[in-house]
């Protein structure tokens, strides 16, 4: 399976992106078949699309503010943003209800370039409510200049300017993921970090997993080098990052060499002093990557990291989820830490006994310990083209999942560029919202919004 950086990555960045609203009636905290009780749990949320069409929208990842769970944030790619723009951001402050969009702004830099937004959104809430928006932007003269760039909104007032994190100079960031600390105890909480491969100029023979932090709310970052350079036909895809309640920040992404190979090793390592030195690298796990079968459709394959930062039975604990290819079909697994991430277990099929294809999972933990995993799945076409959103939780600290949750009934086709991830959180210790790409409206693709209710 053949990973080019820039053939994968600078389309996006040129797709063309105003506030509008889409018109939705049902908040999701009060769906469900009984708004004070949910019988027989769990309840499906009915999903409701929260992008504008018009345009192909893709990427989905997705936050719940900590202070407020009628607060919803959604990242997007979406081309409906004023042109030459791209990276589209959805908020709902009614639980799901309606949504509106920001579009992020050009950056200019003192290079007199001009950088476009459009590459890997992020999104993120600290303890405060603070909202934290972020894009990979590309240079609007093609030269293969990116930067990644944050912006935040304090108190649902405006947005303010990006702050470039990582990039605009002769290294280049792709892959990236940002996560906040909200550990009250952390001695940096509130502190932001941000994961990236960053790639060499001009010669992009070279990349390295970095990780920049900010102390201030996003103000200036230091970027620090998490690992040793990776010199082509080897290479780092992929980042994850997060944080637990005493401030270890744990980063995880996947080496291939060759890549273009189909194999990957999925790696893990953690900062215990607020992001300044990383640990030796640990391998948790060797997985098979495939292009989606009956669709010739590349995707990506992110070893999402989360841990429980709860004070039940399994605190501290890690998980990651990903997709194999057992040799008849993709498989989304789970592997799970005990230790910090020293050791490992062998993966845990959210799906057992499913011999259809799943794929882009994403996973939360919840506030009370519970592991939650989304993911697109084609067990419902006999022909295994169309796919659905799923989900499934863990309430045994990952080693087994409960029966899966089927969270919409409309088939979508999986299609060229439908984007290099979905999206879930918790939205308090009940709600687990997960985000996805669907394109059952039978036009374009766009994002839509569901979950469970688990009483």
């Known amino acids: 399976m053949k990973i080019v950086y820039r053939a994968i990555v600078m389309a996006a960045f040129f797709v063309s992106v105003a506030v509008v609203a889409s018109a939705q009636t049902t908040s999701l905290r009060d769906s469900g078949p009984d708004n004070l009780s949910c019988s027989p749990a769990p309840c499906v949320l009915p999903p409701t699309q929260a992008s504008e069409g018009g345009h192909e929208v893709i990427e989905a990842p997705i936050v719940a503010d900590p202070l407020n769970p009628l607060n919803l944030l959604l990242g997007s790619l979406d081309p409906n943003c004023p042109p030459p723009g791209g990276a589209g951001f959805h908020l709902s402050s009614d639980g799901g209800a309606t949504w509106s969009r920001y579009c992020m702004p050009l950056i200019n830099d003192f290079h007199g370039r001009t950088y476009v937004p459009g590459g890997q959104p992020n999104v993120a809430y600290d303890r405060n409510g603070t909202a934290y928006i972020a894009s990979g932007y590309g240079d609007s003269e093609g030269m293969g200049y990116t930067l990644v760039a944050v912006q935040k909104r ?15 100079g002769s290294l280049d960031p792709f892959y990236s993921w940002m996560a906040v600390d909200t550990g009250p105890q952390s001695p940096h909480v509130n502190s932001l ?17 970095v990780v920049a932090h900010s102390y201030d709310g996003g103000q200036t970052w230091t970027g620090v080098k998490a690992v040793p350079v990776q010199t082509a036909p ?35 390592s953690k900062s215990n002093d607020g992001g300044n030195t990383w640990s030796t690298p640990v391998l948790m796990g060797t997985i098979l990557q495939s292009e989606i079968p009956n669709s010739n459709v590349p995707v990506t394959n992110y070893p999402v990291i989360g841990v429980d930062n709860s004070n039940g039975p399994y605190a501290g604990s890690l998980y990651v989820v990903m997709y194999n290819w057992t040799g008849t079909f993709m498989q989304v697994q789970v592997l799970r830490s005990t230790d910090g991430g020293n050791t490992w277990s062998k993966p845990v099929p959210v799906a057992p006994g499913i011999t259809h294809d799943q794929f882009l999972p994403w996973l939360s933990v919840s506030p009370a310990g519970l592991v939650g995993v989304s993911w697109l799945d084609r067990r419902n076409d006999p022909k295994n083209v169309e796919y659905q959103a799923f989900a499934a939780i863990s309430t045994d600290g990952g080693k087994s999942f409960q029966p899966n949750v089927q969270l919409t009934t409309a088939f979508s086709f999986p299609v060229l560029g439908m984007g290099y991830y979905t999206g879930d959180a918790w939205d308090g210790p009940n709600y687990f919202v997960a985000a996805w790409m669907d394109d059952s409206n039978g036009v374009d693709m766009q994002e839509e919004v569901g979950g469970i209710r688990l009483k």
């Open 154 to 168: 304090l108190n649902g007032g405006n947005w303010t300017q990006p702050v470039i994190a990582l990039g605009a």
């Open 234 to 268: 080897a290479g780092d895809l992929y980042t994850s990052t997060s944080v637990g309640k005493d401030g270890t920040v744990y980063v995880t992404w996947m080496y291939c060499n060759p890549c273009s190979s189909n194999k990957g090793d999925m790696l893990f």
């Open 193 to 209: 970090y941000m994961s990236a491969i960053v790639l060499n100029e001009p010669q992009q023979n070279k990349n390295q997993v």
